[in-house]
């Protein structure tokens, strides 16, 4: 393995960061904190990245069960869902690949390595016991490595606090939907534990649009469970182990013979996902020098059937991610604090598609290596003003070393009440696996690079009253894999893949804005609104300069009103809005701009027990986020959670 550059001074650091003398550790600081833009918690006047946390309470009042639901709200995001609950969901920041997105629970990357571009699909991904979501936008490949291009999305889960705690729900609905799930954690002298789990079914609604045919549903199923055991060896050190697991299986249409037109099939898939991480925390100097040991196991099952083949398993692919980190935080000051990082990263892919003429085709088996170490900083250089800045340098065992950099600035002249902040960063992204040697794949390609930039002002009034901000941003990708169709040009290539590659076709340019509004009027009611331009386009020279980037609306907006009453009691009202946009890359096919309402309310009883109920796409609109798929008309739930 070649030696980084970086390494010698990142090693440096850990070697200092371990413990001077044994204290007492320092508890997380509490909110307003956001630690995806430096890794560590950072106050939020200090940040000088665009970044949307969503908590517990807000999780709690939105009643939404999967995650790329809640993203839909988030400004600077998009989604595309292949049909109903369940069916393949993809999320675009601010106009970027899905692929280029890293998302991280707890820490651990769950980014599938044998899927085509490495992307994550959202729709195995439910909200349950997660306590917070930090949406990241831009460029992050410093401080999060390879694949952040368009951002990260970082999700925790709560630790616990109390002896003992548990929460519990039970929903039923539209769709012959059934939602269950429950958690129980404690925390004694030196331990602390938390286990769960849940169960989702619904039949869902045709992944074909039954408007242009489609007859049979296309249900969903996800049974998923986690657990947690932290252990305080010492004052000064800890040790953290987690493990979770999830597997769903989903029906889904195809493109069935003769015709091998878009139709009802009978295909369903199935997925087990089970990640583990085991993480020990040193701290020294009264919790001013705080090292952080991680090692993290991530292993993907994905397996496709046709029960009227044979062989009826049509496809297989098994990803696996073995990634061993180290952290070093060192605190100066509240305003000055630096952070260093080594990585290792080991994926492999195994994966083939069975058929009647080759029943047991030998698989593709590939692995790649990435090793890594970073360096970042942020620093109080005036009252008010915080400067960051950070540098990464990565290693691929096939294309080398490859540095990005990230810098900012955040500066508030009163105390918080008016921020205005400007950063830059830059994103890499190796080829994956599959592009490079699967039936498609050409050994010739290069990483995708980018560059991006983003300014922004907020401020509050009448102490927090209203609040406002307008963000804009930019970002160029360079060397961006897409697919060469051999059928409308030749190459070289075609001569070995006939009918098509992966190839380092695009460069693309999106620019855009966004503008969110809150006031509390009274105590009683909250009101929030944001609207995103995202102007997504090809950049390439050719047919294609200039076109929008396929299903990326260039209008989104969003906005909600609750109310509470006198004994804790609330009802809320949504409305998200989508503009029109193309689900191909010459513009030919539209999709039409759509606008969906949403109406909840919850009712606390007595004994830490309330009732709840929403009514989703109020309006019944029948809408496409992806040309042909079918999508849910109107559908109501009710539900009941505890606590104790």
Same mark, same amino acid.
């Given at each position: 393995m070649k030696t980084l550059s970086l390494i010698p001074a990142a090693g440096a650091l850990a070697l200092a960061a371990l413990p001077l003398r044994a204290a007492a550790e320092t508890g997380d600081l509490v909110s307003p904190v956001i630690v995806s833009a430096y890794r560590t918690p950072a106050p939020a006047d200090q940040v000088a990245a665009s970044v949307t946390v969503i908590d517990a309470a807000e999780l709690q009042l939105r009643q939404t069960v999967t995650v790329a639901d809640v993203l839909a709200e988030t400004p600077g995001v998009s989604v595309v869902r292949n049909g109903g609950p369940g069916q393949t969901t993809t999320v675009h920041i601010r106009g970027a690949e899905s692929e280029q997105t890293v998302v991280v629970l707890d820490g651990v990357r769950l980014n599938d390595p044998a899927s085509p571009g490495g992307g994550y699909d959202f729709s195995n991904l439910l909200v349950g016991a997660i306590d917070r979501i930090e949406v990241l936008r831009g460029p992050s490949s410093t401080l999060w490595g390879a694949d952040a291009i368009g951002g990260v999305i970082s999700i925790t889960t709560a630790a616990p606090t109390t002896a003992l705690s548990g929460q519990a729900s039970a929903e039923g609905g539209s769709l012959d939907t059934r939602y269950l799930r429950a958690t129980a954690a404690g925390a004694a002298d030196r331990i602390t534990w938390r286990i769960g789990g849940g169960y989702y079914q619904t039949s869902g609604v045709s992944a074909f649009d039954s408007r242009l045919g489609g007859q049979e549903r296309d249900g969903a199923l996800n049974a998923s469970g986690f657990g947690q055991l932290g252990v305080r060896l010492t004052d000064w050190a800890s040790l953290d182990l987690r493990l979770s697991h999830v597997a769903t299986k989903t029906a889904f249409d195809g493109f069935p013979p003769p015709l091998y037109v878009f139709a009802d099939t009978a295909e369903y898939g199935e997925?087990?996902?089970? #990640?583990?991480?085991?993480?020990?925390?040193?701290?020294?100097?009264?919790?001013?020098?705080?090292?952080?040991?991680?090692?993290?196991?991530?292993?993907?099952?994905?397996?496709?059937?046709?029960?009227?083949?044979?062989?009826?398993?049509?496809?297989?692919?098994?990803?696996?991610?073995?990634? #061993?980190?180290?952290?070093?935080?060192?605190?100066?000051?509240?305003?000055?604090?630096?952070?260093?990082?080594?990585?290792?990263?080991?994926?492999?892919?195994?994966?083939?598609?069975?058929?009647?003429?080759?029943?047991?085709?030998?698989?593709?088996?590939?692995?790649?290596?990435?090793?890594?170490?970073?360096?970042?900083?942020?620093? @109080?250089?005036?009252?008010?003003?915080?400067?960051?800045?950070?540098?990464?340098e990565d290693h691929h065992d096939r294309f080398g070393d490859h540095v990005t950099t990230s810098a900012g600035a955040a500066w508030t002249p009163?105390?918080?009440?008016? !921020?205005?902040?400007?950063?830059?960063?830059?994103?890499?992204?190796?080829?994956?696996?599959? !592009?490079?040697?699967?039936?498609?794949?050409?050994?010739?390609?290069?990483?995708?690079?980018?560059?991006?930039?983003?300014?922004?002002?907020?401020?509050?009034?009448?102490?927090?009253?209203?609040?406002?901000?307008?963000?804009?941003?930019?970002?160029?990708?360079?060397?961006?894999? *897409?697919?060469?169709?051999?059928?409308?040009?030749?190459?070289?290539?075609? #001569?070995?893949?006939?009918? *098509?590659?992966?190839?380092?076709?695009?460069?693309?340019?999106?620019?855009?804005?966004?503008?969110?509004?809150?006031?509390?009027?009274?105590?009683?009611?909250?009101?929030?609104?944001?609207?995103?331009?995202?102007?997504?386009?090809?950049?390439?020279?050719?047919?294609?300069?200039?076109?929008?980037?396929?299903?990326?609306?260039?209008?989104?907006?969003?906005?909600?009103?609750?109310?509470?009453?006198?004994?804790?009691?609330?009802?809320?009202?949504?409305?998200?809005?989508?503009?029109?946009?193309?689900?191909?890359?010459?513009?030919?096919?539209?999709?039409?701009?759509?606008?969906?309402?949403?109406?909840?309310?919850?009712?606390?009883?007595?004994? @830490?027990?309330?009732?709840?109920?929403?009514?989703?796409?109020?309006?019944?609109?029948?809408?496409?986020?992806?040309? !042909?798929?079918?999508?849910?008309?109107?559908?109501?739930?009710?539900?009941?959670?505890?606590?104790?």
């Open positions: 997925t087990r996902q089970t #990640a583990g991480s085991a993480g020990l925390k040193l701290t020294g100097l009264g919790g001013a020098l705080i090292n952080r040991f991680t090692l993290q196991d991530m292993r993907l099952d994905r397996d496709n059937y046709d029960p009227t083949q044979t062989p009826d398993k049509t496809f297989y692919a098994r990803g696996t991610s073995q990634k #061993a980190a180290w952290q070093g935080e060192w605190t100066l000051a509240p305003d000055a604090v630096a952070v260093a990082g080594l990585e290792s990263e080991r994926t492999t892919i195994r994966t083939a598609s069975p058929a009647s003429y080759d029943p047991n085709p030998a698989p593709l088996r590939a692995h790649a290596v990435l090793d890594s170490a970073f360096v970042s900083g942020r620093l @109080g250089v005036a009252p008010g003003l915080t400067l960051s800045a950070g540098v990464r009163d105390d918080g009440v008016t !921020q205005v902040r400007a950063s830059f960063g830059q994103g890499f992204k190796a080829p994956t696996l599959y !592009q490079l040697y699967g039936d498609y794949g050409f050994t010739g390609l290069r990483p995708e690079t980018a560059d991006g930039v983003d300014a922004g002002v907020s401020r509050r009034w009448w102490n927090g009253a209203l609040e406002g901000g307008v963000s804009l941003f930019a970002r160029q990708v360079k060397n961006q894999i *897409g697919f060469f169709d051999c059928f409308s040009a030749v190459t070289p290539v075609c #001569a070995t893949r006939p009918f *098509g590659y992966y190839a380092n076709l695009d460069r693309t340019r999106t620019d855009g804005a966004e503008v969110s509004l809150a006031a509390r009027p009274r105590s009683e009611l909250r009101l929030s609104a944001s609207y995103t331009f995202t102007d997504a386009r090809n950049a390439s020279p050719g047919a294609a300069d200039g076109k929008a980037l396929p299903r990326r609306p260039r209008d989104t907006a969003y906005a909600e009103a609750s109310w509470t009453f006198d004994g804790g009691a609330t009802v809320s009202a949504a409305v998200r809005y989508s503009g029109r946009s193309f689900d191909d890359v010459a513009n030919t096919t539209r999709l039409k701009a759509y606008a969906l309402a949403d109406l909840r309310g919850e009712l606390p009883l007595k004994g @830490g027990i309330s009732l709840y109920a929403r009514i989703e796409n109020l309006f019944d609109r029948a809408y496409e986020t992806a040309y !042909q798929y079918g999508s849910v008309g109107r559908a109501a739930y009710v539900g009941a959670r505890a606590r104790y």
